[in-house]
């Protein structure tokens, strides 16, 4: 049996490439159903950016290949097994999979196969919102909307129930932002918490310039090699700001004697219940069109969606 799997084969170039199944009597089939991109970090692999003092830190369950290519990567799946149970799971882009049992998620409620592909996309969000310890009311701001930063300011919104503003640059996602009911910042405001998603140093500026006194910066931005310059004159050092990193990998330490990453698993469930997300993914990329999808980015094609998902 053989099955075939997206490859960036240098900084310049993907490909889908044909491969032999290698299975195991233990090993469980699943049809991919759809995966999700996550196009900051997808692309500083595809374009060789990942330094490489964290190459063995950026590995990936099922990934093959390595950073200095050619590499099959990708990290957010979604797909039913034989028995028709919808399961997650961290494995790259590619049209069947054979993966350990104890690597699945299953989910135990009725939880659309699109949705559900941001599954690891809001376990970020919910570290951040843990890091950042904002409470219902407060005003925020969530700078950056692809995926987790969409995701994070509908969170903030619906869950938390804080009083979010969002910045973009884009035109075309700012009509699509108001269209949704958020309310775009202004050069005259000021957060109590801002995060930064946009993976620019003007992004994260803009947080610095427009927090409030012992306000809180939070960084979810990941920039692999590229050097961030800042101006950290000014009225940072006056304010007595806090840039705190936040990141998925782990579960902070405040928060390691309520949650494990099962429980912070089922609370992401609970989300997916309880929010509807459907509306923020907003394009559908077939399998066999990444090499194209990943070209016209590495082109710096202007990307006017929240979230990109990869349907098999």
């Known amino acids: 049996m053989t099955f075939k799997s997206l490859w960036h084969i240098a900084a310049t170039a993907s490909k889908i490439i044909e491969e032999d199944v290698i299975t195991t009597t233990s090993s469980l089939e699943v049809d991919p159903l759809y995966s999700a991109l996550s196009l900051g970090t997808e692309l500083l692999v595809a374009t060789g950016k990942v330094p490489q003092a964290l190459h063995h830190k950026m590995n990936v369950p099922y990934m093959s290949g390595h950073f200095e290519f050619p590499i099959k990567y990708g990290y957010s799946l979604v797909g039913k097994t034989k028995n028709k149970e919808l399961v997650h799971v961290m494995h790259p882009h590619q049209n069947k999979i054979h993966v350990s049992k104890e690597d699945c998620y299953y989910f135990s409620e009725k939880i659309n196969p699109i949705v559900a592909t941001q599954f690891s996309n809001l376990e970020t969000v919910v570290n951040a919102i843990w890091t950042s310890n904002v409470q219902k009311n407060q005003k925020v701001l969530v700078c950056g909307t692809g995926s987790v ?46 995060f930064n998603v946009s993976a620019s ?13 012992e306000g809180k910066i939070i960084e979810l931005s990941w920039y692999g090699t590229q050097k961030v310059q800042l101006d950290l004159g000014g009225d940072f050092h006056y304010k007595r700001l806090q840039i705190v990193s936040s990141q998925v990998s782990d579960i902070p330490i405040k928060q390691k004697s309520n ?33 194209i999808f990943f070209d016209e980015l590495r082109n710096n094609k202007p990307n006017n969606h929240f979230i990109t998902i990869v349907k098999y």
């Open 259 to 291: 949650y494990t990453f099962f429980t912070r698993k089922k609370l992401v469930e609970q989300l997916m219940l309880d929010i509807d997300y459907l509306p923020l993914i907003t394009n559908i990329v077939s399998f066999d069109e990444l090499p």
């Open 149 to 194: 930063g969409i995701l994070l300011a509908e969170t903030l919104k619906k869950h938390i129930g804080a009083n979010v503003f969002v910045k973009e640059t884009n035109l075309v996602k700012q009509q699509k932002l108001q269209a949704l009911n958020f309310d775009l910042a202004s050069d005259d405001d000021e957060f109590e918490i801002c």
């Open 201 to 213: 140093e003007h992004g994260l500026q803009f947080c610095i310039n427009h927090t409030i006194t």
